[in-house]
Each structure stands twice: as C-alpha cells, then as structure tokens.
C-alpha cells in the first residue's frame, strides 16, 4: 500500500496489548490504571487489555499461561 512504502503506518491500524500484573489492589491499581489511561489518550489506535490478580494467583497464572506458549503481551516477573 502507499502506507508501507513511505514508511508510516495507517493511522487507522488498531493496536492491542494484553496487559498482565500482580497489584489488582490499591494504591497499586489506580497508579497502574491512570498510566494505562494517559497512554492510550497519546496513543488512540492502542488498546490496553489489563487482567491483575493478587501475587499467589498471579504465580499460578503465569506458570498454566506459560505451559500453553500464551503469554501476555506485558506481564510483571521476579528477578531472582
């Protein structure tokens, strides 16, 4: 399309991203929820799917999405 050969992608494209965190909670979630809000003001063609839920559940999730290769796009991780 001319799109592509110019470089530039259509300002109609929609763009999601799942979104996965561990603080479904406050003062955790507003921050997080606030953040989500302002970037998808800056960037209308992007949607932000979030799924939280609290840490012991989150590991149970991460490790059944992780088996099943269906990973988030985004997810939060433990460094040691």
Do not use: M
Not at 49 to 71: G, M
């Amino acid at each position: 399309s001319s799109n592509e050969s110019n470089g530039e992608a259509s300002s109609g494209d929609q763009v999601v991203i799942d979104f996965f965190h561990r603080w479904p909670n406050e003062p955790r979630k507003s921050f997080y929820d606030e953040k989500i809000a302002e970037f998808e003001k800056l960037h209308p063609n992007v949607k932000i799917n979030v799924d939280s839920v609290l840490n012991d559940s989150y590991k149970e999730k991460i490790r059944v999405l992780v088996s099943n290769d269906d990973l988030p796009d985004i997810f939060t991780s433990w460094s040691d």
